[in-house]
């Protein structure tokens, strides 16, 4: 799949998610098999650019290629200014979110709250396609409510102003996370335009990948809530898509090894004190299921560990405390 001059290694994207796909993750699942990452977005509001928060966001160190950070907001002119600064700050694509339903960012009308105005939706995306030279590409739901699923209207207009990616998530801005993904709205999208169309939403295996895939006739998926605790997902589907046979679950030796450095990195980023109290809900995601054995203690325990020498240690503990096999792999 190609944005603008970057081409994919693969149609497989890691989905933004707030507080969760910081430059560790998102490195960790492009190792594991993303194709590309989207970054958590940073504030178009210029009073939080000076945030050591909004810093770390927009750090972009190391990472590979390419580098696409996503805004939003509700204003054209200061969408605009807040690509510049991303674009003038290392990104290479600018992702714009209509996709986001979170009340923080609704109540200022942003994120999917803006599919309901779809003459502020088409002055945004013209303002910020205007103000980079770097490919701009949209997130959006499938509408505003299931009686107005504009998902292909606003997909058009996008298409029109230059956008050259969009990326939809198969469900409307009322539903919230209740409910399943739809992705017949996505395939009347993606029949509608010419443009790359990638499919989201309840994404969690090799072989609901492959079914969206083909339902949708999208051009790729994007997997966020199945990646947390398991960004190996990445290289399951990667295989699956292209041999029709799925990879064998890690074992817990390479689970411990993906976890430790991912941790490591987090150390690394956030500083210890903060790394070790980000890391706790990745360890929380990382061992629940999978056949693991004394989870729930566990992480009872390691929230309390204030260290990352603490917290690496007993998650060797916890790891060599482990006898079986993964249940995928035992089944
Ligand atoms: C914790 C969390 C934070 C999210 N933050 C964002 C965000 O900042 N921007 C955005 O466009 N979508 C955000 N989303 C939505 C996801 O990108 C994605 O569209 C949604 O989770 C559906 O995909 P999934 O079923 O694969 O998780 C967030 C989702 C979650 C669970």
Known sequence: MRI???????????APMAGVTDRPFRQLCKKLGAGMAVSEMVASNSLLWGSEKTRRRANHEGET?????????????????????????GAQIIDINMGCPAKKICNVMAGSALLKDEPLVTRILEAVVAAVDVPVTLKIRTGWDRAHRNGIEIA????????????????????????EAEYDTIAAIKAA???P???????DSP????????????????????AQGRPWIFREIAHYLATGERLAEPG???????????????????????????????IAWYTKGKGLVGGGAFRHAVNRVETPAGQTAMIDEFFAAQTGCPREIAA
């Open 252 to 282: 817990f030796d390479e689970i411990r090894a993906i976890l430790l450095g991912h941790l490591h990195n987090l150390y690394e980023f956030y500083g210890g004190h903060l790394g070790v109290r980000v890391a706790r809900k990745h």
């Open 156 to 179: 058009r207009r996008a298409e029109d102003i230059g956008v050259q990616l969009l990326a939809v998530h198969g469900r409307t801005r009322a539903d919230a996370y209740l409910g």
């Open 207 to 226: 072989e609901k990948a492959r079914q969206v895939l083909d339902h949708t006739g999208a051009d790729g998926v994007m997997i966020g809530r199945a």
């Open 65 to 89: 290629e390419p580098k696409s950070v996503q805004i939003a907001g509700a204003d054209p002119a200061i969408m605009a200014d807040a690509a510049r600064f991303n674009v003038d700050n």
């Open 4 to 14: 603008g001059p970057y081409l994919l290694k693969n149609n497989l994207l890691v």
């Open 197 to 203: 169309v990638v499919a989201n939403g309840d994404i």
């Open 193 to 195: 335009v010419k443009i």
